[in-house]
Nanobody, 112 residues
Framework: QVQLVESGGGLVQPGGSLRLSCAAS????????MDWYRQAPGKQRELVAG???????YYADSVKGRFTISRDNGENTVYLLMNSLKPEDTAVYYC??????WGQGTQVTVSS
């Protein structure tokens, strides 16, 4: 059974940082591309960042230069380091292993 478990969300002030983690189990993690999505209240879920099985990365324009995605295949974990956070980054962040698997989500709130 495939499981994706996110952690690391929370409340942070504007300009602060958070690191999200997503631990995968039940699947050959190193052979899959991994993504982070987010969904803010009243908005559609959007792709934030992705990393291929060989480490090629992709970022949405809204987070480019502020967020960094990385993976540790030995630990079956993908990370999202978020710096210079803004209130508009507030959302539930989801780990995704295409095409079928999603984590439960972790809330990120950026507010003073």
């Amino acid at each position: 059974q495939v499981q994706l478990v996110e952690s690391g969300g929370g409340l942070v002030q504007p300009g602060g940082s958070l690191r999200l983690s997503c631990a995968a189990s039940g699947i050959g993690f190193s052979t899959y591309n991994m993504d982070w999505y987010r969904q803010a209240p009243g908005k559609q879920r959007e792709l934030v960042a992705g990393i291929s099985r060989v480490g090629i990365t992709y970022y949405a324009d809204s987070v480019k230069g502020r967020f960094t995605i990385s993976r540790d295949n030995g630990e079956n974990t993908v990370y999202l380091l978020m710096n210079s956070l803004k209130p508009e980054d507030t959302a539930v962040y989801y780990c995704h292993l295409a095409p079928l698997y999603w984590g439960q989500g972790t809330q990120v709130t950026v507010s003073s």
